[in-house]
């Protein structure tokens, strides 16, 4: 099994708590490395939270 890294965006905090955000922006997976980025996205005016995957788990950050 492999590990996962991605981001969220979401327009607002509101649409973020509502289900309405664009999943997995510069999804990429994690082979044997132990670490990993995803490419850069424009947050301005809109909210974001990275978000990984680790033996079938999902964790993200809170909304910033």
């Known amino acids: 099994m492999y590990d996962e890294l991605w981001v969220d965006r ?8 509502a289900g309405r955000w664009e999943p997995q922006l510069g999804w990429m997976m994690l082979g044997t490395d132990t670490w990993g ?9 809109m909210v974001m939270r ?4 680790s033996w079938g788990q999902v964790v993200c950050t809170g909304w910033y």
């Not at 980025?37 to 005016?45: C, K």
């Not at 990275?50 to 995957?53: E, F, I, N, Q, Y």
């Open 10 to 17: 979401a327009r607002s905090l509101t649409d973020a708590n």
């Open 37 to 45: 980025y995803t490419p850069a996205y424009d947050d301005d005016g």
């Open 50 to 53: 990275a978000c990984g995957r």
